[in-house]
C-alpha cells in the first residue's frame, strides 16, 4: 500500500523544487518562461525574510511533488487568505490521491490560520484540474480577471 506524505521542504529541496517547477512549465506549456535558477529558490523560499512557503509531497518517501503558497490579505473579510501559487503532482503519479492530499494540507493550514479564504489560479485549459477543484467543492471566480505588469511594462510604468 502506498504513503503518500505532505512535509515542508527545506533548502535542501531548492533542485527538487525547480526540478517540480520546470515540469509543470513543460506541462503548461511555457518551458521558456522558467527564469528561476536553484540559488534564487534558495534565497526566495528559504531566507529568515521569506513570506513565502513550500511543501513536498511524497510517495513511500519519494518525492512527487510540490506546492508553492503564500499569505495575503482580505480587505473585506478582514482577515489573512492563503494563496496557492503552484501545485504539481508529477505525471506518471497521478490519479493516486496525490494532489488531493497536498491541497488537503493546505486547506487544513488556512483552517489553522484562521484564513477565510483560500484561492489559487487555473489555466482555462486544464480540464483534468478544473474537473478535480469541482469535485472538491471549489468554485471558479469568473466574474474577476488578473492583470499583470512584469518585465519591461513593469519597470517601464514603474520609472514614469
Known sequence: MSNICVREAKI?????????????ADYEKAPH???????????????????????????????????????????????????????????????????KTLIKHLANLAVQNKCGRF?????????????FYKSIGAIAQDEWTIYRLSGRNLVSFAKS
Not at 119 to 128: I, S
Open 119 to 131: 484561492e489559487w489560479c487555473v489555466l482555462d485549459w486544464n480540464t483534468p484540474a478544473i474537473n
Open 12 to 24: 535542501e529541496d531548492a533542485s527538487l523544487i525547480l526540478g517540480f517547477i520546470k515540469e509543470l
Open 33 to 99: 518562461e522558467v527564469k528561476a535558477s536553484v540559488s534564487d529558490i534558495e534565497e526566495k523560499l528559504f531566507s529568515d525574510d521569506s513570506t513565502t512557503h513550500a511543501l513536498i509531497c511524497t510517495l513511500n518517501d519519494e518525492p512527487i511533488g510540490f506546492a508553492v503558497y503564500f499569505y495575503n490579505f482580505s480587505t473585506w473579510l478582514g482577515k489573512n487568505g492563503l494563496y496557492l501559487e503552484d501545485l504539481y503532482i508529477s505525471q506518471k503519479h497521478r490519479k493516486l490521491g496525490a494532489g
